[in-house]
């Protein structure tokens, strides 16, 4: 028998683009009598926003479980990147790496840990006073609401007792410029929360993750979802800001994986917008041998695409469904 412990294998690479092969390699969850080990890659651990707010996340619940959390490999420049971003703070690991706050500034908003409405309104003025997008408003408007949106989710469904571990990072020096958003809780998990109203989200993961992303399902029975104007369409919303612009969307929960994967936008080619997300011919979905115990939401936005977001804002929502009905296509012009 394989001899399982609760820890996380950071490879050189844990980003989206290798999402498949890090969950593969990981069982996080599996056994709570040994310590808990975060392992690095000895060289080089490169670690997006996904991977760091999944360690975090991962870090509150060995906490809750009693559990002291040791960190192998702590060498080379890449551990200068993980302290910046607070994880091993997080972890409650000692870590001797000399910060300077000011680092921050313009290049990303490190992990913060979000369990009230109030550290949620914090968390979205930090990604203005950080991010440093004055120069794309409109890029900025989109980061602050799929950031909203993704951490809300968590505080009103998820039942998480640490809350939500967000994340973002700019990429400016790249083109096209984007910002990735990465929102981890260890709580509930999307298939007990739908299945208390959908029967079908207790026995399969990946139909609880279709229903999720599907708007007016998870805000139908719990009340207004986002905003007034947007009940049970966040996630959906989110994914249709990542399509825009040609961005990632990660949605993990339980035994289940689902992936936007990028693409080309050309001005005037016309996209295509799946209400259900599972008929996207981009999308990527996974069976998880060892489940994520509670949800992982990533979204990367291509800011420069986005000229006036209030615009695209207004066209995504005019194209939800008046009522609950069978899933279609929709297109973006």
Same mark, same amino acid.
């Given at each position: ?9 950071? =490879? ?26 975060? $392992?690095?890659? =000895? ?33 080379? $420049? ?11 703070? /997080?972890?409650? &690991? =000692? ?7 000011? %680092? %921050? ?7 913060? $840990? ?14 203005? *006073?950080?991010? /440093? ?17 993704? #951490? ?36 509930? +998990? ?9 029967? %079908? ?10 229903? *999720? ?9 719990? +009340?207004?979802?986002?905003? =007034? ?7 959906? #919303?989110?994914?249709? #800001? ?54 992982? *939401?990533?979204? %990367?936005? &291509?800011?420069?695409? #986005? ?20 899933? +279609? ?5």
């Amino acid at each position: 028998m394989k001899d399982f412990k609760p820890a996380l294998e950071i =490879p050189n690479n844990a980003s989206i683009h290798t999402l498949k092969s890090f969950l593969a390699m990981n069982a996080p969850f599996s056994d709570t009598l040994t310590p808990a080990v975060l $392992q690095l890659h =000895p060289n080089w651990a490169h670690m997006d926003p996904m991977a760091l707010a999944m360690s975090a996340a991962w870090g509150g619940w060995c906490h809750r479980n009693g559990l002291a959390i040791q960190v192998e490999n702590m060498v080379g $420049q890449h551990i200068n990147y993980a302290a910046r971003m607070r994880l091993f703070q /997080h972890l409650k &690991v =000692p870590c001797d790496v000399s910060l300077k706050e000011h %680092e %921050e500034a313009g290049r990303f908003v490190p992990l913060t $840990q979000v369990r009230t409405h109030a550290e949620l309104a914090t968390a979205i003025a930090n990604v203005s *006073a950080l991010l /440093h997008l004055d120069r794309e408003p409109a890029g900025l408007e989109a980061v602050r609401y799929c950031v909203s949106e993704l #951490i809300r989710n968590v505080l009103e469904h998820s039942a998480s007792q640490e809350g939500a571990y967000v994340c973002a990072q700019r990429y400016s020096a790249k083109d096209p410029k984007r910002v990735s958003i990465a929102v981890a809780d260890c709580g509930l +998990g999307i298939s007990q929360h739908l299945g208390r109203v959908y029967p %079908e989200a207790l026995t399969d993961n990946g139909t609880a993750l279709r229903l *999720a992303m599907q708007p007016g399902i998870t805000g139908a029975h719990r +009340g207004m979802y986002g905003t =007034p104007d947007n009940a049970g369409a966040g996630l959906f #919303i989110t994914r249709a #800001i990542a399509k825009a612009t040609g961005g990632y969307f990660v949605l993990v929960s339980g035994r289940a994986a689902f992936r936007l994967r990028r693409s080309n936008i050309n001005r005037g080619v016309q996209l295509q917008l799946f209400l259900d997300a599972f008929a996207d011919p981009r999308a990527d979905r996974w069976k998880l041998d060892d489940a994520w115990q509670g949800t992982v *939401a990533a979204v %990367e936005i &291509v800011t420069e695409q #986005i000229s006036n977001f209030p615009s695209l804002f207004k066209w995504i929502r005019s194209q939800l469904p008046a009522k609950k009905t069978a899933a +279609g296509k929709i297109k973006f012009t």
